[in-house]
Nanobody
Framework: QVQLVESGGGLVLAGDSLRLSCVTS????????MGWFRQAPGKEREFVAGISRSGTRTYYAVSVKGRFTISRDNTKNTMYLQMNTLKPEDTAEYYC????????????????????WGQGTQVTVSS
């Protein structure tokens, strides 16, 4: 089992920044590949960013590439999502996700391979 707890969401203005955090427990953090997803009202959940077990490989959705940065600190069992230049269309519930087994040290899981989920944190971007 992997437990995930997100934090850092909030209400911001367009152009502002936020940093989300996801603290994990239950498995050795470096054995777990991680990712962020989001779901806006009335829309399906979508992939935002993924990071390999080692943290050396990352992957982003086109809509956030260049604005968001995913990272992890394996010494703190924590993953981050730095979100810059936020837009109203980024408004959504953001979910931390984990894939265990996490594959090879540099593998980024496909969306369907994420099998553990946090409760979500709301991000609202006002224009």
């Amino acid at each position: 089992q992997v437990q995930l707890v997100e934090s850092g969401g909030g209400l911001v203005l367009a152009g502002d920044s936020l940093r989300l955090s996801c603290v994990t427990s239950g498995r050795t953090f470096s054995s777990v590949a991680m990712g962020w997803f989001r779901q806006a009202p009335g829309k399906e959940r979508e992939f935002v960013a993924g990071i390999s077990r080692s943290g050396t490989r990352t992957y982003y959705a086109v809509s956030v590439k260049g604005r968001f940065t995913i990272s992890r600190d394996n010494t703190k069992n924590t993953m981050y999502l730095q979100m810059n230049t936020l837009k109203p269309e980024d408004t959504a519930e953001y979910y931390c996700a984990a894939a265990f087994p996490g594959g090879s040290y540099s593998y980024i899981p496909r969306s369907y391979e994420f099998n553990y989920w946090g409760q979500g944190t709301q991000v609202t971007v006002s224009s």
